[in-house]
């Protein structure tokens, strides 16, 4: 059973970082396609970024420059570093696995709230 539990969201002021790490278990890490999304209240889910087996990275227009995805295959663990926070960041962020078959996985999510 795949399990992506997300962590590091809270409150933090404009212009301020945050770290989120997402711990995976029951999947083959390192051939997953691993993904962060958002979804503030009244509105759709969005891509914030993915990131491949090789690395290669994808990010939503509105975090480009500000927000930098990572991982690290022997954790089992994927990362985004969030700079340059702004309230219209605020939002559920979840995790996302997408496996070499096309199965997709989500975590429960972790809320960060970008206010003064």
């Known amino acids: 059973q795949v399990q992506l539990v997300e962590s590091g969201g809270g409150l933090v002021q404009p212009g301020g970082s945050l770290r989120l790490s997402c711990a995976a278990s029951?999947?083959?890490?390192?051939?997953?396609?691993m993904g962060w999304y958002r979804q503030a209240p009244g509105k759709e889910r969005e891509l914030v970024a993915t990131?491949?087996?090789?690395?290669?990275?994808n990010y939503g227009d509105s975090v480009k420059g500000r927000f930098v995805i990572s991982r690290d295959n022997a954790k089992k663990t994927v990362y985004l570093q969030m700079d340059s926070l702004e309230p219209e960041d605020t939002a559920v962020y979840y995790c996302?696995?997408?496996?070499?078959?096309?199965?997709?996985?989500w975590g429960r999510g972790t809320q960060v709230t970008v206010s003064s």
């Open positions: 990131i491949t087996s090789l690395g290669r990275t």
């Open positions: 996302n696995a997408e496996t070499p078959t096309a199965m997709v996985y």
């Open positions: 029951g999947t083959v890490f390192s051939a997953n396609v």
